[in-house]
């Protein structure tokens, strides 16, 4: 857990009903949020459905951030992705976009270098360190998971792999993970 | 059910739920696992920080302003439509708790929200709403609350719940001066989206300042062709300006 976590007292002054510190917090974390929105929804009108709805949730949730359990900013991405999953859940049937180009996927897929390294806390770079021990079918199928929303199904199609072996590289690389962050 | 009590097994779980590969009748068990036992909880929440680390190497995106736009109207209804509010405030109990001192209740309530918020928004060079207004049914529920920013002479309207409408038919936007006056078209709402927004001309905003009342028609499909409604009158509320 970062010692210095810059957004966890803003959201302590959100939980008292400071709205001073809601505008700053979004200004400070809406443009990440919304590059991972992007990203799940697929399109830009659903993702700026999601941001929107999120926010709102973060401003009347506040008060259950607990910062001994994670950074504010993994409490916000969790709040954020879980409406993104309950929408693209909702949806019966999602098309899959086998020549979509995963532009967000290159800065992450071989070389974990983050666009700004200063002001990255610890556990992140250590995340990065281990991501980078995955092979790299494993580490692609963990983050298209992650940043994109996919299902075993739609990354089997999306990678022309049987689903099996999706599934294999998933749980392999969550368990190399799990020893790695250990 | 010993078998989720193997470390390998559980964590592997706990890590498929957070990346959301969990579907179905595994997703519904592992829900109820979650609720029962705290150590897969507390694998959730570690997965959890692990994963969302990773958003800190996404590349920035800055969101349009009608996003921030539309958390303020969000929360602008919210705070208007909780119960509280609604039930316990000293004006409406006063009058009695119905019709116009609800309504200005209600409408109170929201500007109380968002007026909160403006200064602050403000400061982040965000927009600044000139004016909201609560749009209520004739059952004197919330239907949508639209915001005003006079600088970029733009209505923002959010609906709080999907109307009823013919396949034949368009919701429309008015501005009332004063009762007596003919309505101002403002706008045609999206059908098939909750939230519009609609820019208005120099002479079409000079047209609405000084508006007393918003309302809602149900119009044929595109609008009114005379210009005034012709359709019936679905919500109306007060607009309450900041300036």
Redesign the interface.
């Known amino acids: 857990m970062p010692e210095t976590d810059p957004y966890a007292e803003l959201l302590r002054l959100c939980a008292q009903g400071d709205q001073k510190a809601f505008a700053r917090l979004y200004t400070l974390t809406s443009p990440k949020l919304f590059s991972l929105c992007l990203r799940m929804m697929k399109s830009r009108q659903a993702a700026e459905e999601v941001l929107q709805e999120g926010f709102v949730k973060i401003w009347t949730r506040s008060g259950t951030f607990d910062r001994r359990k994670a950074s504010a900013m993994t409490w916000m991405t969790t709040v954020v992705r879980n409406r993104a999953l309950d929408v693209i859940r909702s949806k019966k049937s999602r098309p899959v976009e086998v020549d979509m180009e995963y532009e967000g996927m290159d800065f992450a897929a071989d070389d974990l270098t983050p666009v700004e390294t200063t002001g990255m806390n610890w556990s992140a770079e250590r995340v990065a360190v281990c991501m980078r021990e995955l092979k790299p079918q494993q580490r692609r199928s963990i983050l298209m998971a992650y940043y994109y929303g996919f299902t075993h199904e739609e990354i089997s199609k999306k990678l022309e792999a049987p689903l099996g072996t999706v599934k294999a590289w998933v749980r392999r690389g969550i368990d190399r993970l799990r020893r790695c962050l250990e | 059910m010993k078998r989720y009590q193997n470390p ?1 097994l559980y ?2 779980l706990s ?2 739920y957070v ?3 969990l ?1 179905g009748r595994a997703l519904k068990r592992f829900e109820r696992l979650l609720r029962e036992r705290p150590y897969i909880r507390y694998a959730v ?1 570690l997965w ?17 302003e ?3 736009r ?2 303020m109207a ?2 602008g209804a ?1 705070a208007a439509t909780s119960d509280s509010l609604r039930e316990e405030s000293w004006l409406s109990r006063f009058f009695g708790g119905k019709g116009v001192w609800q309504t200005a209740t209600v409408a109170l309530a929201a500007l109380l929200a968002v007026v ?2 403006r200064p ?2 403000g ?2 060079g ?1 927009p600044i709403p000139s004016y909201v207004a609560v749009l209520e049914s004739d059952q004197d529920t919330p239907m949508m609350v639209t915001l005003g920013d006079m600088k970029k002479r733009m209505v923002f309207v959010r609906m709080m719940q999907k109307p009823q409408l013919a396949p034949n038919q368009d919701l429309q936007l008015w501005a009332v001066r004063d009762p007596k006056s003919t309505p101002v078209p403002v706008g045609v709402l999206r059908r098939d ?2 939230e519009t927004e609609l820019k208005l001309s120099p002479p079409q905003w000079q047209r609405i300042q000084g508006a007393k009342i918003f309302a809602v028609s149900a119009e044929p499909r595109g609008g009114s062709p005379s210009g005034a409604p012709t359709g019936k009158i679905m919500y109306k509320g007060q607009c309450l300006d900041f300036i």
């Not at chain 2, 959890?48 to 349009?64: A, D, I, M, N, T």
């Open positions: 390998e964590e592997r890590a498929e990346l959301g590969m579907k929440d959890q920080q692990r994963f969302g680390e990773s958003v800190e190497w996404l590349p920035e995106e800055k969101p349009p009608k996003v921030w539309g958390i969000e929360i919210q909160s918020l602050f928004a400061d982040e965000m989206d909750m």
